[in-house]
Nanobody
Framework: QLQLVESGGGLVQPGGSLRLSCVAS????????IGWFRQAPGKEREGISY????????RYADSVKGRFTISRDNDKNTVYLRLNSLKPEDTGIYYC???????????????WGQGTQVTVSS
């Protein structure tokens, strides 16, 4: 069993930045691929980024490429997502998830956090 807890969301103006954190406990964190997903109001969940177990591979969805940066610190059992140049369409609940595959298909992730709200508005 792996538990994941997201934090760092909040209200930010367009063009602003946030850093989200995903803290894991209960299992061997460094063995897992960690993905970030988001769900806008009334829409399905969207995969936006993942990072390999030791951080050597990181990928991004086109919607966030060049603006968001994923990183991890396995000594702290934590994955981060830096959100820069935020747009109103980035608004949603952001989730981290753990899996074993380098992919953004959500059915490949076994453990999920409860999410943290990001609101981008002027």
């Amino acid at each position: 069993q792996l538990q994941l807890v997201e934090s760092g969301g909040g209200l930010v103006q367009p063009g602003g930045s946030l850093r989200l954190s995903c803290v894991a406990s209960g299992s061997t964190f460094e063995r897992y691929v960690i993905g970030w997903f988001r769900q806008a109001p009334g829409k399905e969940r969207e995969g936006i980024s993942y990072i390999s177990s030791y951080g050597g591979i990181a990928r991004y969805a086109d919607s966030v490429k060049g603006r968001f940066t994923i990183s991890r610190d396995n000594d702290k059992n934590t994955v981060y997502l830096r959100l820069n140049s935020l747009k109103p369409e980035d608004t949603g609940i952001y989730y981290c998830a753990a899996g074993r595959t380098l992919d953004l298909a959500e059915n490949l992730y076994d453990y999920w956090g409860q999410g943290t709200q990001v609101t981008v508005s002027s």
